[in-house]
């Protein structure tokens, strides 16, 4: 399965064809992690908090290829992102295992994946620095086996994913 998601709509000018599903973080409920634990001690594998995120990660763990389109916020990924990376602790087990040659939580049924993140307004070059070693950082948590960072002006997001999910129609 491939997959989009981006913080905020976007306008797709051709016509919606292939095997990827699109979602848009703005139009969900994404409720804040409460760092209780229970996805791993009480209920393995799920979260407690009834919003729209635990049907999102399964997808994300699922996914081959994928699309991430984030503002960059000091470096960083903007609050969609980020609440919905720290909801996704599910997929993953409180076990530790060696992932190259450093120690990572154990994924549960998580596919390695080929990533591209579209990251917009970005303010300076060290933002962009930041930015790219965080994203290498969270390659190994996410199982990608390949990611590309892509930043782009915010009124070329549509067509720039657009692009990207043309590339999935030709493999």
């Known amino acids: 399965m491939n997959l989009v998601i981006t913080d905020k709509p976007l306008c797709f000018c051709e016509k919606k064809t292939g095997n990827y599903k699109y979602i848009d973080l703005s139009s969900l409920r994404i409720l804040n992690c409460l760092g209780c634990f229970s996805c791993w001690v009480k209920t393995p594998g799920a979260c407690v ?26 470096g960083s990924y903007d609050i969609p992102f980020k609440t919905l990376f720290e909801r996704s602790i599910p997929i993953q087990k409180a076990f530790i295992r060696l992932h190259n040659g450093e120690t990572h939580h154990e994924q549960r049924d998580v596919k390695e994946k080929k990533a591209v993140i579209i990251a917009y307004d970005c303010k300076t070059k060290e933002e962009e ?31 720039i994913v657009s692009e990207e999910v043309k590339k999935w129609e030709n493999c």
Not at 49 to 74: F, G, R
Not at 130 to 148: D, G
């Open 49 to 74: 908090i009834k919003d729209d995120a635990p049907w999102v990660y399964p997808l994300i763990a699922k996914a081959e290829n994928l699309i991430y389109v984030t503002k960059v916020v000091w």
């Open 129 to 159: 620095q930041t930015f790219r070693y965080l994203v290498s950082r969270n390659a190994n948590n996410m199982n990608f086996k390949e990611y590309q960072v892509i930043f782009a002006a915010e009124e070329n997001l549509a067509e």
